[in-house]
């Protein structure tokens, strides 16, 4: 039986363009040879959000667009870097899977992954060490941030 806390539930996907949009405005960038990954605190995204079509809770208080809890991921593997729609696929479980496991040990942050071309050729243990390091900076740079502001 999974644990309740490491399934990849709806609230941790990006699911709509705008949320998409938010990320790719201004990220913080991990890259390597494999991938490239998006990421922006969810407090800069929620303050870009247009907050007009959130419910009010009275006169002054807002509640944000989305009930957030934890990261949250989306993915943009193209056609033109996987051709084949089972490439596409086994990246795409591969890094799904690598999040919903690393997913507590991440700050609040908006991340969308990006694969280059040569991930259709790596193996899944490549992919998974180049996730691995990818996490390790991301929480890096965001506790630095956090800690500078």
């Not at 259709?120 to 900076?137: G, M, P, T, V």
């Amino acid at each position: 039986m999974t644990n309740k806390a490491a399934c990849f539930s709806k609230q941790a996907r990006l699911l709509k363009a705008d949320e998409f949009s938010r990320v790719f405005k201004k990220p913080v960038r991990s890259s390597d040879r494999y991938l490239t990954i998006l990421a922006v605190s969810q407090q800069v995204s929620m303050q870009q959000a247009d907050l007009n079509n959130a419910p009010k809770l009275d006169n002054t208080s807002i509640l944000p667009i989305d009930n957030i809890v934890g990261s949250r991921l989306g993915l943009a593997i193209s056609k033109k870097n996987a051709k084949r729609a089972v490439d596409r696929n086994r990246i795409k479980r591969i890094i799904r899977e690598s999040f919903r496991l690393n997913r507590h040990t991440l700050p609040m942050i908006d991340l969308v992954v990006m694969a280059k071309p040569i991930t259709r050729q790596a193996e899944n243990a490549q992919i998974f060490a180049s996730l691995d390091q990818h996490w390790k900076k991301l929480r890096q740079q965001f506790q630095l941030n956090e800690s500078n502001t």
